[in-house]
């Protein structure tokens, strides 16, 4: 009896042991998204921030932007079922992950680290290497990427989404027909992607004054993060982090001298000339977006000030604005019309801003009082599938 018992607990660990294992190799193809009745107001958010938010060609509506959220977070846009977009861009993380590189639906790894997605809308320039113009281009990459979702075939696609029950109301209400098109797919997800818009962080509350509406106080040390971050000079952070968004001007590209060579040059993959060069990421919700850079090379807001503070280095692309002394000689995107041709970008040396470590914590004060708490909890940006 003893021994029976034994080998029922043993048989029953196995059955256990196995059924954790293959989980996530074979996700089951029956989750359905639970959706409001109503659905949630996405464009008029867009609205509000008026210029250009959406295309002509595809305008964000409650219906489109919900059909996204449901792509968004579907399992079934991969290969094999186990990877959505969300497994890589949590709402938690900001919709970042918090891996300095990611797994993709077979166990292999992203080459450069998640960005967090925020605001997205203002931006025309995606991806790390700005190589994608518009959300609508972008949508479909992640999903054909063989390393991220691994979709050889869009008619395989269409066939297996337009399979699932609940597919066919939402096209129809978003397009007009349940018909399911690759283009529909990008559409809705962009949809989705434009109206990610996060404004309402403690920094969006203050209005010349240190006790915000909701009694909660702008301290002093994120007060003098903030002067340093917006000095042209002391902390520079503005020069490209700027804008709304703390994201540059429209889309900015800048070297920041991580290395002297880099490994992955970025833009320099694309254009000659322009190695190193890496997207200017937005700032916003940046406490919760760890690790940090394209290669995620950093652990913590602490070590990404360190960088700017004492680690930059002479790389010949190093932006202006991180050397010394007045250098007029811009290798971005701007370009003065009194450079001299050839002049040398090499001479000056890269900054040391030689903070002091009230000033360093100030800065990550600052940078953490960034975080927009409605973003990353707003159900109508959450998981609509319930497992
Ligand atoms: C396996 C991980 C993974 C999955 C799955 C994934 N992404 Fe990404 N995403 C990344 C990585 C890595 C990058 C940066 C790639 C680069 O810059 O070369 C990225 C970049 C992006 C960007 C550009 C952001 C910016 O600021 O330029 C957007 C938008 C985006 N992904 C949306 C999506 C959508 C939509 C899906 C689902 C259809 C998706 N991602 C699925 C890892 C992933
Ligand atoms: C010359 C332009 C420039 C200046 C000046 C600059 N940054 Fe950056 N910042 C960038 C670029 C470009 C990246 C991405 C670089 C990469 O991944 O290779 C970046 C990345 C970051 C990141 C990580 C973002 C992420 O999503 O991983 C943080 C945080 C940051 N910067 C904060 C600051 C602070 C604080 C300052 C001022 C002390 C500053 N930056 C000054 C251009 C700049």
Same mark, same amino acid.
């Given at each position: 009896?003893?021994?029976?018992? @034994?080998?029922?607990?043993?048989?029953?660990?196995? @059955?256990?042991?196995?059924?954790?294992?293959?989980?996530?190799?074979?996700?089951?193809?029956?989750?359905?998204?639970?959706?409001?009745?109503?659905?949630?107001?996405?464009?008029?958010?867009?609205?509000?921030?008026?210029?250009? *938010?959406?295309p002509?060609e595809n305008?964000?509506?409650?219906?489109?932007? &919900?059909? /996204?959220?449901?792509?968004?977070?579907? $399992?079934?846009?991969?290969?094999?079922? &186990?990877?959505?977009?969300?497994?890589?861009?949590?709402?938690?993380?900001?919709?970042?992950?918090? $891996?300095?590189?990611?797994?993709? !639906?077979? /166990?292999?790894?992203?080459?450069?680290?998640?960005?967090?997605?925020?605001? #997205?809308?203002?931006?025309?320039?995606?991806?790390?290497?700005?190589?994608?113009?518009t959300l609508e281009e972008l949508a479909l990459?992640?999903?054909?990427?063989?390393?991220?979702?691994?979709?050889?075939?869009?008619?395989?696609?269409?066939?297996?989404?337009?399979?699932?029950?609940?597919?066919?109301?939402? *096209?129809?209400?978003?397009?007009?027909?349940?018909?399911? &098109?690759?283009e529909?797919?990008s559409k809705?997800l962009a949809q989705?992607?434009?109206?990610?818009?996060?404004?309402?962080? $403690?920094?969006? $509350?203050?209005?010349?004054?240190?006790?915000?509406?909701?009694?909660?106080?702008?301290?002093?040390?994120?007060?003098?993060?903030?002067?340093?971050? *917006?000095?042209?000079?002391?902390?520079?952070?503005?020069?490209?982090?700027?804008?709304?968004?703390?994201? /540059?001007?429209?889309?900015?590209?800048?070297?920041?001298? #991580?290395?002297?060579?880099?490994?992955?040059?970025?833009?320099?993959?694309?254009?000659?000339?322009?190695?190193?060069? !890496?997207?200017?990421?937005?700032?916003?919700? @940046?406490?919760?977006?760890?690790?940090?850079?394209?290669?995620?090379?950093?652990?913590?807001?602490?070590?990404?000030?360190?960088?700017?503070?004492?680690?930059?280095?002479?790389?010949?692309?190093?932006?202006?604005?991180?050397?010394?002394?007045?250098? !007029?000689?811009?290798?971005?995107?701007?370009?003065?019309?009194?450079?001299?041709?050839?002049?040398?970008?090499?001479?000056?040396?890269?900054?040391?801003?030689?903070?002091?470590?009230?000033?360093?914590?100030?800065?990550?004060? !600052?940078?953490?009082?960034? &975080?927009?708490?409605?973003? @990353?909890?707003?159900?109508?940006?959450?998981?609509?599938?319930?497992?």
């Amino acid at each position: 009896m003893k021994k029976q018992v @034994i080998l029922c607990s043993v048989l029953c660990m196995v @059955i256990l042991v196995l059924a954790t294992c293959t989980k996530d190799n074979f996700k089951p193809l029956n989750q359905v998204p639970e959706l409001p009745d109503t659905n949630y107001n996405y464009s008029e958010p867009l609205v509000a921030l008026s210029s250009g *938010f959406s295309p002509d060609e595809n305008p964000t509506t409650d219906a489109g932007a &919900t059909l /996204g959220r449901v792509l968004f977070y579907d $399992k079934k846009l991969s290969l094999n079922n &186990t990877v959505s977009c969300a497994t890589c861009h949590k709402q938690v993380h900001g919709f970042s992950d918090a $891996k300095v590189v990611s797994e993709g !639906f077979e /166990g292999r790894i992203t080459t450069r680290n998640a960005p967090h997605l925020v605001n #997205l809308y203002e931006s025309d320039a995606y991806f790390w290497d700005g190589r994608t113009g518009t959300l609508e281009e972008l949508a479909l990459q992640p999903v054909e990427n063989h390393i991220e979702m691994g979709i050889e075939s869009m008619e395989n696609l269409t066939t297996k989404l337009t399979e699932q029950d609940y597919y066919s109301p939402l *096209f129809e209400e978003a397009f007009g027909t349940s018909e399911v &098109t690759p283009e529909r797919i990008s559409k809705a997800l962009a949809q989705f992607l434009r109206s990610m818009v996060s404004y309402d962080s $403690k920094w969006d $509350k203050i209005d010349g004054t240190s006790i915000l509406a909701d009694g909660e106080e702008w301290t002093d040390m994120e007060e003098l993060g903030r002067a340093i971050f *917006f000095s042209w000079d002391r902390g520079g952070c503005v020069n490209c982090h700027s804008g709304r968004s703390l994201a /540059g001007w429209g889309t900015t590209f800048a070297n920041i001298g #991580l290395d002297e060579e880099y490994a992955d040059n970025g833009v320099g993959e694309l254009e000659r000339d322009r190695n190193g060069m !890496f997207k200017v990421p937005s700032l916003r919700n @940046i406490a919760l977006t760890a690790p940090y850079m394209h290669d995620g090379r950093f652990a913590t807001l602490e070590e990404v000030v360190e960088h700017y503070n004492s680690g930059v280095q002479a790389h010949p692309n190093l932006d202006w604005s991180l050397r010394n002394g007045n250098n !007029f000689f811009f290798p971005g995107d701007i370009v003065f019309p009194f450079v001299e041709p050839g002049a040398s970008s090499d001479i000056d040396e890269p900054v040391r801003r030689n903070f002091t470590e009230v000033e360093k914590r100030a800065l990550v004060a !600052f940078l953490r009082a960034l &975080t927009d708490e409605e973003f @990353i909890t707003d159900p109508k940006f959450s998981d609509p599938f319930v497992y």
